[in-house]
């Protein structure tokens, strides 16, 4: 036998016996095989394991309202009433626009000349704030006012009538500005333009939710 054939029959022996070494450490798969499976996950099996399932809420707090309120509170309700009647109502939206407001009036009530705002004003509070103005104007005091900032805007209270749908928010205001208030003959006699004063107001708008007018009226200054 020649030594060609003979390191062939070695070359097949070596190759038989890794072959059947595998055979025992793997075993035997025919295609394609599906993960086992334990008898607890067997089909028809009562106790099988379910994979746990979970629960899907719906709705839940309006984050809209309870950043702003207490979460379930007569103010949250308020405003839950507020947003039935008129779904595109957005509390974060009206105190940016009481802000803006608080300004506007502020500013034209310290210049002694409301009739631009006067339509954001309530009949009884547009009276007030002209007695006001007549008063200085009697006394011969002018009012230089400028407002450096609003830092503060809270959400004090809300109340709501589900039958005449008229809401009702009261805002807290903490601003920042100068005043001053000079005699006839220019004298300063109170404030200093060099001063930066910090005002507190406490002011409540009004509104029927639904309606077409979407402007809010100040109806009360004050607590």
Not at 88 to 106: H, K, Q, T
Not at 184 to 195: H, K, L, M, R, T
């Amino acid at each position: 036998m020649s030594s060609a054939v003979i390191q062939l029959l070695v070359l097949a022996g070596i190759a038989l016996f890794l072959i059947l070494r595998l055979k025992n450490v793997l075993g035997t798969r025919d295609g394609f095989e599906k993960p086992s499976v334990s008898k607890d996950d067997a089909p028809g099996n009562r106790n099988v394991r379910q994979r746990p399932e979970f629960e899907v809420i719906e709705g839940g707090p309006d984050r809209d309202i309870t950043d702003h309120v207490e979460d379930g509170s007569d103010d949250a309700k308020a405003l839950a009433g507020m947003k039935m009647a008129e779904p595109g109502f957005n509390v974060s939206e009206f105190l940016g626009g009481a802000r803006g407001a608080y300004e506007m009036i502020l500013t034209s009530f310290e210049k002694g000349d409301i009739s631009d705002v006067r339509a954001f004003l309530d009949p009884d509070v547009a009276e007030a704030f002209d007695g006001v103005i007549a008063e200085r104007r009697e006394q011969g005091l002018t009012v230089t006012s400028e407002i450096l900032g609003v830092r503060d805007v809270e959400l004090y209270k809300a109340s709501f009538d589900r039958e005449t749908k008229l809401a009702e928010l009261t805002v807290r205001f903490l601003a920042e500005l100068t005043v001053v208030v000079r005699n006839a003959e220019g004298e300063i006699v109170e404030g200093d333009p060099n001063e930066i004063k910090r005002q507190r107001d406490t002011w409540t708008f009004a509104r029927t939710m639904g309606a077409d007018d979407p402007n809010w009226v100040l109806v009360a200054t004050g607590d």
